[in-house]
């Protein structure tokens, strides 16, 4: 009995491990919103500086400004949280970086959108796909 148990147990372990949170966007109707465009970085010490265009236009119900969201994997680890740049940005700085080290970074428009009453379960925030930069 104490057997079926451990191995259930870990079962259940090796079941949680495999359900790790990768920013899955579920398929939402409507039009997408378009990522970002130019996306260009520059390396100086420990900074990278990261420079990029938005859509120059939004599919209608968007709400703007718009956000931009970069996810950070540091040797194929997902640093942290997502980080959330408001207001129309168009550039970011990261200054931790080691050049012994590989880098991901996953930066995607997120915008609201403006949902009727007669849409209960859609959602209200919008996501680009993803424009990557591995370095």
Known sequence: M???IKYSLLAVCILFAACYNDDVIAS???EPID???NLQHNINGNEVSFTWDLPTSYPEGIITP???QIVLT???VREGG???LPDNPSNFTYNTYDSNKEYRFTLKVVADRDVQEDEPYVSTVWYSEGT???I
């Open 2 to 4: 104490k057997t079926i």
């Open 28 to 30: 939402k109707p409507g």
């Open 35 to 37: 990522g970002i465009d």
């Open 66 to 68: 718009v956000s931009v």
């Open 74 to 76: 540091v040797d194929g």
């Open 82 to 84: 997502a980080i959330i």
């Open 132 to 134: 990557t930069l591995e």
